[in-house]
C-alpha cells in the first residue's frame, strides 16, 4: 500500500532534521558504545626498531581512529613527516609491529542484550585483536569492517582490548623471496628497506600511494583507522536498507525498498518505508512480512509519479529524496534505518560511429562531456582529513566549472562525508576500486578477500547518485600489455604462469567485481579497467573506450602533441608545477630554494628527483630561462595551465567523437611538486583558474596549429541561443588592427566551429611577435560570456612589452577590492600576498592594453598587512634575457 500526505513546512524542516542526523542506516533500537577515548599505543616489545627508538617504546596516548605516524606526532616523538627530507628518517615506523590498548567499561544493560558485537569499521591492515586476553580476529584487508560476537567475552565492568599491528613489510617480504617471481608493482622504495623489483605491496587490501607514487612520500601507516564500537541488540538487526533504482525518466522512478534484515526468530512483521520528496511532500507505503531466522531480504516496490531527479552541477538541480524504513511487529518498533538519495538514470553509451565506438555518460537521457580532474587521497595519513578540507577540495572543484572526479585507485574508498557532498554539488564520481597498477595475485584466497571488500564498499556506497560508474583498476591492463617492466617479466615465466597471471586478472576484473557491481547496483555501470575497452579488446585505444594519453610529460612530447590525437574520453593527462612558495615555505627554508637542492628533489617524487629538469625542459621550451627561483615556480604554473588549457579544448572542441576531459591531477597527498591544480594546503595553482574558464559551460576556443586557427564555440547548455561573435586583431600597445562581428546560434550540447584562418588571413602582415587576435563571445544583451586571446607563435618567441601593471587594494564598505589595471597587455597577472593566506576572486588572467579589472579579495588579514605583501605579476620580466651570440 501506497499513500501521499500533505505536510507543513514546519513538519517537514523537523523531518529532514531527524533523517540527516542518521547518516548511513543505523537501526533505532540498536544501543551503541563508540570506544574512541583512552586508547594507548606503543612500539611491540622486541621489535627490531625498539633499541634505536627508545622514546616509542613507552606506553603513550593514542587517538583512534588514527595511525602511528599521527600518534607518534602528537606525542613529540617524531617531527613533521613533510619537512625538508624527514620522510627518510622515519621509514623505520612502518617496519616496526606496533601495540594498542583500550580499558573499558560495559554495564550491565549492555550485557543483557541477545547480541553484543565488536565492530571495527577500518583496520590497517595487518591486525591481531584480543578482548580479555582471548584471541578474536585476525585481519588481513584495510577496507574491510569486522564484525565479531563479543558477549561471551564481555564482563560487567572493567574490559582490556588489545590490538597488535603488524609491519606488512616485515611480514610480506620474508615470504616474498623465497617465491619464484615477484610480481610487478609499481614504485620501487627509495630507502632500501625492499629490494628492486619485489614489492610487498601486491599481495595485501592496503591502499598502494602509501607506499610511494610519482606524486607524494612513502609512508606505510598502520592503525587503527576507522571508528570502533560495541552494538547491542535483541530480536532484530537492519543490516541494510537500499533503494533500489529499477527505472527512472521524467515520468516515473520504479523503485525498491530493500531491506536486510537479521532476525532471531521466525515470525509476522510489517515493513513500513516513508519518504519526503524535494519539494516537501509526504509519502509512504507498507507490507506484511514472513520473517524466518536468520538472514532475511525484504523488498517493498514503490512507484513515484514526475519525479523530482537528481542531475549533475549545471544541467538541473541536485535534488534529494529521504526515505525511512520501520520494521514492526505487533505496533512495536524492532529496527529502522535512514537513507537518502537522489533519482536519476545513468547509461555508460558506447555507440559504433564514423570513429569507432563511443564512451559518453547520459543521465537522465542527456550525453554529459564530462570536465574534471582525478581525484587522489587528500593526506599521506587519511585520519587527518577533516570534513572541512575535503568540502573545500569538492566545492574548488565545482567552482571551476567541473562536474566529473575520477576517485582513482590506488588510494582508498572517500567517508561517508565525501560522496554525500559530492551528491550536494552534482558532481558525478567515477569509482575506481581500489588496483593502482600493480599486477595482483591470482590465488582464490586473495580474490575472495577482494570480493568481500568490493560487496561492503558497493553496498556502503550505492545510494549515492554521484556514483556514475565503479571501475575494476587503474592502469593493471594496459600496464600489464604496454610497460618494459611487464613485458621483461611475461618473458621471464612460463607460458603456463603466464597464463595463470593473465587469467587471474581476467577473472577478477572482468568478472568478479563486475558481478558484485551488477548484483548490489545494477543501475551503475562497471567498468573493467581504466584505460580500456572492458575486456573487449586492447587497452589504451584512441577508437575506443578511455585512454590515458602521457606522451607529453611522461614521454617529453612538445605540449602541441595533445593535438594529435582525439580518444574517445581522455581519462588521463597532465603537466606538472611547482605549489606557490607559500606552500614551498611550509616544507622548505631558506637555503632549500633552488630547482635541484636535496629537499627540492626529495619534494618531487618524479624520477627519483628529476622531474625538475622535465619541468625545466618544458618551461624552457615554451618561456626561457626563469629569473630566479620565483620566477620558475610561477612559469611551472603557466606552462601547466596554459598546457592542459590547449588539451581540454582540444578535446572539448572534438565533441561528439571525444566526450570527456579528466586531467591529472586535482589535489595532493602533501606539499611539493606534482601534476595537482589545487595544492595541500587548498590553494590554486594557475591550472585551477584556467580550468574555471575552459570548463566553462559556454567557451569560445580558438586553437592554432601548423599556420591555421580553428575557432569553436563550445555549449554544454541544452538550449540553443543567439550569440555574437566578436573578432579582434590588434597589437600589444592596444591598437586594433582588425574588427569584426558575426551573430550566431549557438548549437545546444555541441561543438560548433566558426572560422578557420590561416595566419596570413588572421594577421595581413603584421609582426606575429607582436600581434595578437581576441576572440570574445557575447550574449543578446551584449554580456562577455567568454573571450579567448589567441597567439600563432609560443610565448618564447612573443616580444612582450612591460605592460605597466597597476594594483589598488581597497575596501568598498561591503569587502576588500583590488583593481588590477595595464597599460599594455599582461599576460598570466599574477596576484599574490606572500605568506598571507587570502582568497583573490581570479587569477592567472590576461589583461588587454589599457584594461581594468577589480577583484575580490577575501582574507582575515587587515587591510594594511595584505597591502604591504602584494605582488603583482606577469610574463614580461619573469625570464632571463637573451643575449645574442657574437658571430
Given at each position: 500500500?501506497?499513500r501521499?500526505?500533505?505536510?507543513t ?36 616489545t ?11 617504546a ?24 613533510f ?5 627518510a628518517?622515519l621509514?623505520?615506523?612502518g ?12 554495564d ?15 583496520l ?38 588489545e ?10 617480504l620474508?615470504?616474498?623471496?623465497k617465491?619464484?617471481y615477484a ?13 628492486k ?20 612520500p ?33 515520468e ?5 525498498a530493500?531491506?536486510t534484515v ?20 509526504r509519502?509512504?507505503?507498507t ?5 524466518r ?11 513515484i ?13 541536485q ?11 505487533n505496533?512495536?518498533t524492532l ?25 559518453a ?17 587528500f ?16 566545492r ?13 585507485g ?14 550536494k554539488?552534482?558532481?558525478m ?6 588496483f ?6 591470482y ?7 577482494t ?25 593493471v ?5 604496454a ?5 621483461k617479466?611475461?618473458q ?7 597464463a ?8 577478477l576484473?572482468?568478472e ?30 584512441l ?10 610529460w611522461?614521454?617529453?612530447k ?13 581519462s ?7 605549489p606557490?612558495?607559500?606552500?614551498v ?24 628527483g ?17 629569473k630566479?627561483f620565483?620566477s ?17 579544448e ?18 595532493d ?27 566553462a ?15 569553436f ?9 543567439q550569440?555574437?561573435?566578436r ?10 588592427l ?30 606575429p ?11 543578446s ?10 597567439f ?16 589598488e ?32 576572486e ?7 592594453p589599457?584594461?581594468?579589472?577589480e577583484?575580490?579579495?577575501d ?12 605582488r603583482v ?7 632571463q ?7
Amino acid at each position: 500500500m501506497q499513500r501521499s500526505h500533505p505536510i507543513t513546512r514546519l513538519q517537514y524542516l523537523l523531518a529532514v532534521t531527524l533523517l540527516l542526523a542518521g547518516g548511513h542506516a543505523t537501526a533505532a533500537p540498536l544501543a551503541t558504545q563508540v570506544l574512541q577515548s583512552g586508547w594507548q599505543f606503543h612500539l611491540a616489545t622486541g621489535s627490531a626498531a625498539a633499541k634505536g627508538h627508545p622514546e616509542a617504546a613507552e606506553w603513550q596516548a593514542a587517538t583512534v581512529p588514527g595511525s602511528v605516524q599521527t600518534d607518534l606526532l602528537a606525542a613529540g616523538v617524531i617531527g613533521d613527516p613533510f619537512y625538508r627530507d624527514n620522510e627518510a628518517r622515519l621509514q623505520w615506523i612502518g617496519l616496526a609491529d606496533w601495540d594498542y590498548r583500550l580499558s573499558f567499561k560495559v554495564d550491565a544493560a549492555t550485557l543483557k542484550h541477545e547480541h553484543v558485537e565488536l565492530v571495527f569499521d577500518g583496520l590497517d591492515t595487518f591486525a591481531d585483536m584480543s578482548l580479555n586476553g582471548r584471541k578474536l580476529l585476525a585481519a588481513d584487508n584495510m577496507f574491510r569492517r569486522w564484525r565479531v560476537p563479543v558477549k561471551g567475552v564481555l564482563r560487567a565492568g572493567d574490559n582490556r582490548l588489545e590490538v597488535r599491528l603488524h609491519s606488512p613489510i616485515a611480514r610480506l617480504l620474508p615470504w616474498l623471496l623465497k617465491q619464484p617471481y615477484a610480481l610487478p608493482g609499481e614504485f620501487d622504495s627509495a630507502f632500501g628497506d625492499e629490494p628492486k623489483g619485489k614489492q610487498t605491496a601486491n599481495y595485501l587490501r592496503k591502499a598502494n600511494y602509501q607506499y610511494g607514487w610519482d606524486w607524494g612520500p612513502r609512508y606505510v601507516t598502520l592503525g587503527i583507522w576507522q571508528p570502533v564500537k560495541l552494538e547491542s541488540w535483541d530480536r532484530a538487526r537492519l543490516a541494510d536498507f537500499h533503494i533500489a533504482q529499477q527505472h527512472v525518466d521524467a515520468e516515473t522512478a520504479e523503485l525498491r525498498a530493500e531491506t536486510t534484515v537479521q532476525a532471531d526468530q521466525a515470525g509476522k512483521a510489517e515493513l513500513a518505508v516513508s519518504w519526503i520528496a524535494p519539494d516537501g511532500s509526504r509519502h509512504d507505503a507498507t507490507q506484511e512480512v514472513e520473517l524466518r531466522k536468520g538472514d532475511n531480504t525484504l523488498n517493498l516496490p514503490i512507484r513515484i509519479e514526475q519525479p523530482q531527479r537528481w542531475w549533475p552541477v549545471g544541467y538541473g538541480p541536485q535534488n534529494m529524496y529521504r526515505f525511512e524504513a520501520t520494521l514492526s511487529s505487533n505496533g512495536e518498533t524492532l529496527a529502522s534505518a535512514e537513507r537518502s538519495t537522489g533519482l536519476r538514470s545513468v547509461e555508460l553509451r558506447r555507440d559504433k560511429d564514423a570513429w569507432g565506438r563511443g564512451f559518453a555518460f547520459v543521465v537522465n537521457g542527456v550525453p554529459i562531456f564530462a570536465k574534471g580532474a582525478n581525484l587522489i587521497p587528500f593526506d599521506s595519513f587519511p585520519t587527518r582529513v577533516t570534513q572541512d578540507g575535503m568540502a573545500q577540495i569538492l566545492r574548488s572543484a565545482r567552482d571551476a566549472n567541473m562536474n566529473m572526479l575520477r576517485m582513482w585507485g590506488g588510494g582508498h574508498y572517500q567517508s561517508d562525508a565525501f560522496y554525500e557532498e559530492a551528491d550536494k554539488l552534482g558532481l558525478m564520481i567515477w569509482q575506481d576500486f581500489m588496483f593502482g597498477g600493480a599486477i595482483p595475485p591470482y590465488d582464490e584466497a586473495y580474490r575472495e578477500n577482494t570480493r568481500i571488500e568490493a560487496v561492503e564498499q558497493v553496498t556502503r556506497l550505492r545510494d549515492h547518485p554521484s556514483i556514475v560508474l565503479w571501475c575494476g583498476n587503474n592502469e593493471v591492463q594496459t600496464g600489464w600489455e604496454a610497460w618494459p617492466d611487464r613485458e621483461k617479466f611475461r618473458q621471464s615465466i612460463s607460458a603456463e604462469e603466464r597464463a595463470k597471471v593473465e587469467q587471474g586478472m581476467k577473472t577478477l576484473f572482468g568478472e568478479t567485481l563486475r558481478n558484485v557491481v551488477h548484483q548490489y547496483t545494477p543501475d551503475v555501470p562497471y567498468w573493467a579497467s581504466s584505460p580500456s575497452t572492458d575486456y573487449e579488446g586492447p587497452a589504451n585505444q584512441l577508437t575506443d573506450g578511455d585512454y590515458h594519453s602521457w606522451s607529453v610529460w611522461s614521454g617529453s612530447k612538445p605540449i602541441e602533441d595533445y593535438l594529435m590525437s582525439t580518444p574517445r574520453f581522455q581519462s588521463e593527462y597532465g603537466l606538472q608545477s611547482f605549489p606557490v612558495l607559500a606552500t614551498v615555505k611550509a616544507f622548505a627554508a631558506d637555503e632549500d630554494m633552488s630547482p635541484n637542492s636535496p629537499v627540492m628533489r626529495a619534494h618531487q617524487k618524479f624520477a627519483n628527483g628529476d622531474g625538475n629538469d622535465r619541468l625545466l625542459l618544458y618551461i624552457r621550451k615554451y618561456y626561457g630561462e626563469p629569473k630566479d627561483f620565483a620566477s620558475f615556480v610561477y612559469l611551472s604554473q603557466v606552462m601547466q595551465a596554459e598546457g592542459i588549457e590547449l588539451a581540454a579544448e582540444h578535446l572539448r572542441s572534438t565533441r561528439p567523437q571525444a566526450m570527456g576531459s579528466l586531467y591529472w591531477q586535482l589535489n595532493d597527498v602533501w606539499p611539493g611538486a606534482s601534476w595537482s591544480s589545487v595544492d595541500y594546503f587548498g590553494r590554486w595553482k594557475a591550472l585551477q583558474f584556467h580550468a574555471r574558464r575552459f570548463y566553462a559551460p559556454v567557451r569560445v576556443a580558438a586553437i592554432h596549429r601548423e599556420g591555421h586557427s580553428d575557432v569553436f564555440v563550445l555549449s554544454d547548455r541544452t538550449e540553443p541561443f543567439q550569440a555574437t561573435l566578436r573578432s579582434r586583431v590588434m597589437n600589444m600597445e592596444g591598437k586594433v588592427l582588425r574588427e569584426r562581428k558575426q551573430s550566431i546560434k549557438v548549437a545546444p550540447l555541441a561543438s560548433t566551429k566558426l572560422a578557420s584562418p590561416t595566419d596570413a588571413e588572421l594577421l595581413h602582415g603584421a609582426d606575429p611577435r607582436k600581434t595578437f587576435a581576441v576572440y570574445e563571445l557575447l550574449d543578446s544583451k551584449g554580456t562577455l560570456l567568454s573571450r579567448h586571446l589567441l597567439f600563432v607563435q609560443p610565448p618564447i618567441a612573443l616580444q612582450l612589452p612591460d605592460p605597466e601593471l597597476k594594483a589598488e587594494l581597497r575596501d568598498n564598505g561591503q569587502g576588500m577590492v583590488l583593481e588590477v589595471s595595464a597599460g599594455r597587455l599582461a599576460r598570466e597577472v599574477w596576484v599574490d600576498f606572500g605568506g598571507l593566506d587570502a582568497t583573490v576572486e581570479d587569477n592567472a588572467f590576461d589583461l588587454l592594453p589599457g584594461e581594468k579589472r577589480e577583484l575580490r579579495v577575501d582574507s582575515r588579514e587587515n587591510l594594511d598587512a595584505l597591502r604591504g605583501a602584494l605582488r603583482v605579476r606577469s610574463l614580461a620580466g619573469a625570464t632571463q634575457p637573451v643575449t645574442e651570440k657574437k658571430p
